[in-house]
């Protein structure tokens, strides 16, 4: 058996590298006497936020090489690597749409036990999650508001609110590949959508020259479901343990969740599979 490596002070450890014991220091409880499940209820929260800060960091870098690819010979390689770094998206968002499972071995009346103290805390003031929203392409200046009390992340948000999104970007790209169809100068809302629609079924239509991009269309539309999956998880624990009762930031709670379903990232990518016509 090999000797474990010497170890001495200043070399880097397991928990120096990693700051364990900084982050085994941020669980603090706000009822008194501490309820025993709220550690639970901030461990899962604080899990979700790491996930997401993964999600956006992985996000950005599709960005990136979607931007990359506009016009240059390697386009190949970045837009491969998009749909690598995608990949990893769509699994971290499967086991966002998992974790819940934990959270519902909580019962309702715990949760009671200790929620009164939350107010006026709630998932509305997820700055990341809105991020999130915000980069892809689902932007909803409304939401600003709901980070007042944190102006740092309302400046964050505020910058995601002004930059091209993910879904302007994949549109970018495929203009530069000329496969968007031309668009007169006062086009509307309407005319652009339908465009980017033909796009997508252009893309759909011709697999052969365009895999690449399938590969990373197929993403997205997962990317979507998946999302649209964590709406619906998030909705059914909501009404399992505080059931119609009104959230904590004020909205009518799960009635409010509701109508978020239809929310969607990439809704070209959607409007392209109705356009689709049978083949023989
Ligand atoms: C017992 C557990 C939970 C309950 C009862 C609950 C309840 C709610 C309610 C009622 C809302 C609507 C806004 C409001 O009025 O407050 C909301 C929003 C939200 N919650 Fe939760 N939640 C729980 C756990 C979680 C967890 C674990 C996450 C993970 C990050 C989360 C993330 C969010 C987000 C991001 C929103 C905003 C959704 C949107 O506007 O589309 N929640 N939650």
Redesign the pocket.
Same mark, same amino acid.
Do not use: A, C, N
């Given at each position: 058996m090999q000797a474990p490596s010497e170890t001495g002070p200043g070399q880097l450890t397991y928990g120096s590298y990693l700051k364990v014991a900084e982050l085994i220091g941020l669980q603090q409880t706000e009822s008194q006497p501490p309820h025993h499940d709220e550690m639970l209820?901030i461990i &899962?929260?604080q899990t #979700?936020?790491l996930w997401?800060k993964q999600l956006l960091h992985e996000l950005d870098a599709v960005v990136h090489n979607l931007r990359q690819s506009a016009g240059t010979p390697s386009s190949r390689d970045y837009i491969y690597e998009a749909a690598r770094l995608l990949r990893r998206c769509t699994e971290i968002a499967r086991v $966002?749409v998992e974790?819940?499972t934990i $959270?519902e071995t909580?019962l309702p009346t715990h949760?009671l036990a200790f929620?009164g103290g939350l107010r006026p805390a @709630?998932?509305?003031q @997820?700055e990341q999650?809105?991020e999130i929203?915000f980069l892809c392409g689902l932007k909803d200046e409304k939401?600003l508001r709901y980070h007042e009390p944190t102006p740092e992340m309302y400046a964050q948000l505020e910058r995601r609110l002004r930059e091209p999104s993910l879904r302007d970007v994949i549109f970018d790209a495929l203009s530069e590949l000329g496969i968007m169809p031309a668009l007169a100068e006062n086009a509307g809302d309407e005319q652009r959508f339908d465009a980017r629609a033909q796009a997508i079924l252009a893309i759909y239509r011709d697999e052969k020259s365009h895999r690449d991009w399938i590969d990373v269309c197929e993403r997205l539309t997962e990317f979507d479901e998946l999302i649209v999956s964590w709406?619906l998880r998030?909705i059914q624990?909501?009404e399992r343990? &505080?059931g119609i009762?009104?959230?904590?930031?004020?909205? @009518?709670? @799960?009635s #409010? $969740?509701k109508m978020?379903l239809d929310?969607k990232f990439f809704p070209e990518l959607w409007a392209a599979r109705s356009l689709l016509t049978e083949t023989p």
């Open positions: 209820f &899962i929260h #979700y936020e997401f $966002l974790q819940f $959270l909580m949760f929620r @709630s998932g509305f @997820s999650f809105r929203e939401m709406r998030h624990m909501v343990t &505080i009762k009104m959230g904590t930031g004020g909205s @009518s709670g @799960s #409010y $969740l978020t929310k």
